[in-house]
């Protein structure tokens, strides 16, 4: 079986093109909705919003997702195909509990993110003065207007590829309730208590888990410098760059999408 885990804001009908290639290459494929996206409950009264208190409690959604659906149907280890934030919530799981997977397959980990333009530490700042404030729950600055569906190709920074982006947006018209338009500063202040514990000595180092990770040349939503970095300190890890490649790896144009799965088809035939 292959776990499909997927990034910030997405939701499992997005993914049905993988799930089909996966069923060629004989996995049977699984995913859910993170809490407060997708078709899961919201956190907060506004349904665009994603809002989470900690990152701990995507781990429990990962946990019973393990528990409750892919080990009851699958006897041998799952392998993972994770991407952005779905990478960086695996990530936590390798550390903890690196028993339960096969192997794991993350496209553009969400280890440090893109600040557009502001200082990182500044960023911070605001962020956590936002959080102290109470206004945990309010969106970061400009994601109220980023309704996805009002977004045109031209402005987005995830894909080349026209059509799959037009896919994805027939699926938010014809399902709106499973859409987000982005975070809140609660979000992204456990984002960063999150990313720091990953970034820090020994967390890469203690997870032993076979695992292949993408960089994206032309990322604009996580630094592909600290996806290179922290796929050097793994014991087992494996690093591959498609230079061309925006965000959203597997929503990307045919030749981006080939050349990820010569990588994955290469990588499991040596580690499951």
């Known amino acids: 079986m292959c776990i499909v885990l997927g990034g910030h804001g997405e939701f499992l009908e997005k993914y049905t093109e993988l799930f089909g290639e996966l069923a060629e290459h ?13 078709g899961s409950q919201r956190q907060l009264s506004d349904p665009l919003k994603a809002h989470v208190r900690d ?7 990962l946990s019973s997702f393990l528990d409750e659906v892919v080990h009851p149907l699958s006897a041998p280890l799952p ?47 605001v962020c956590g003065a936002h959080c102290r404030a109470g206004l945990g729950g309010s969106w970061v600055w400009g994601m109220k207007q980023r309704d996805p569906l009002r977004l045109l190709f031209e402005r987005n920074l995830v894909t080349s590829d026209r059509n799959r982006f037009a896919r994805t947006l027939a699926l938010l018209r014809e399902i709106p309730d499973i859409r ?3 975070p809140t500063w609660g979000w992204l202040e456990a984002a ?3 990313m720091n514990c990953m970034t820090a000595p020994g967390f890469a180092e203690a997870i032993t888990t076979p695992c292949l990770l993408f960089g994206a040349g032309r990322d604009r939503i996580v630094k592909t410098e600290a996806v290179r970095d922290f796929a050097h300190r793994l014991p087992r890890g494996t690093y591959f760059e498609i230079a061309e490649a925006k965000h959203e790896i597997l929503m990307e144009n045919d030749a981006v999408r080939a050349t990820f799965w010569s990588a994955f088809d290469a990588f499991v035939a040596a580690f499951t």
């Open 26 to 38: 004989g996995y049977a494929g699984a995913s859910l909705d993170w809490r407060g996206q997708g």
């Open 55 to 61: 990152f701990s409690e995507y781990d429990e959604d």
């Open 79 to 125: 392998i993972v195909i994770a991407h952005s934030m779905g990478a960086h919530i695996l990530l936590r799981a390798l550390h903890a509990k690196p028993e339960r997977f096969a192997a794991a397959v993350m496209t553009a980990p969400m280890l440090q993110t893109d600040t557009r333009g502001f200082p990182a530490w500044f960023v911070r700042v």
């Open 180 to 182: 987000l338009a982005g």
């Open 192 to 194: 960063y208590r999150s």
